[in-house]
């Protein structure tokens, strides 16, 4: 019998990099066992037009318990568990491919927004409790992150009542930081072992933690 199984979505490198976490996490996590579940992952284009249709090919047959995108947040110093995906396209900088659209829905009459379905306030207790920095954002921006983020829940919402998705924002690794000085960072030893627990966590918590995590800013 097959295990029950996660998807992972990473980014490639973008806006100069030559690395993301993301990808080097995915790439370590590819086919390793958490909770029972085994880990699969799909690398995405830091590009608006070339990411829906993969996400929906993944997401068609609805197999995954959880689907969990990770990004690049450069500058943010914790692992940042995501409340909220905005239909909204406002590129700060051009994609992978040029584009930079400006004030754009993600899905044309699309809900304004949608609400991760993962457990972030047992996520974050769990990362905390490991020593590993975590917060709870109530921004995922409104870039290409923000877009799988939005189009994960949507098309889960569509056809595939029983899966949970979220996204996961990322520090920069250490190499990353050298070069913006003052800037956060990471290692990436750290970074796998806060998504490994942060999964088992959605996983064991059919149901959010009731404690505090809002902001008054």
Do not use: W
């Not at 085994?38 to 070339?50: G, H």
């Not at 109530?138 to 056809?159: D, T």
Request: hydrophobic residues 50%; glycine residues 8%; proline residues 6%.
């Amino acid at each position: 019998m097959n295990a029950p199984r996660v998807l992972i979505t990473a980014f490639e490198a973008f806006e100069g990099e030559t690395l993301n976490p993301s990808l080097e996490i995915a790439l370590r996590l590819d086919q390793q066992m958490i909770a029972g579940h085994r880990v699969e992952i799909e690398i995405l284009p830091v590009a608006f037009a070339d990411t829906h249709e993969p996400l929906r090919r993944r997401l068609l047959a609805c197999e995954f318990a959880l689907v969990i995108g990770l990004g690049l947040a450069g500058g943010r110093s914790s692992v940042s568990l995501e409340r909220v995906a905005i239909n909204l396209i406002d590129a700060r900088i051009a994609d992978n491919r040029g584009a930079q659209p400006i004030d754009q829905a993600i899905v044309p009459d699309g809900p304004a927004a949608y609400f991760s379905t993962l457990p972030v306030k047992a996520m974050r207790q769990a990362l905390v409790a490991a020593g590993i920095p975590a917060q709870i954002s109530f921004s995922a921006g409104s870039y290409v992150c923000n877009q799988v983020f939005y189009l994960l829940l949507h098309e889960l919402g569509l056809r595939c009542s029983g899966a949970r998705a979220g996204f996961i924002h990322l520090p920069y690794l250490p190499a990353q930081a050298a070069a913006h000085p003052g800037a956060a960072s990471m290692a990436l030893d750290t970074q796998v072992a806060a998504i490994e627990r942060a999964i088992a966590a959605a996983l064991a918590t059919p149901d959010d933690l009731q404690l505090v995590g809002g902001s008054t800013h």
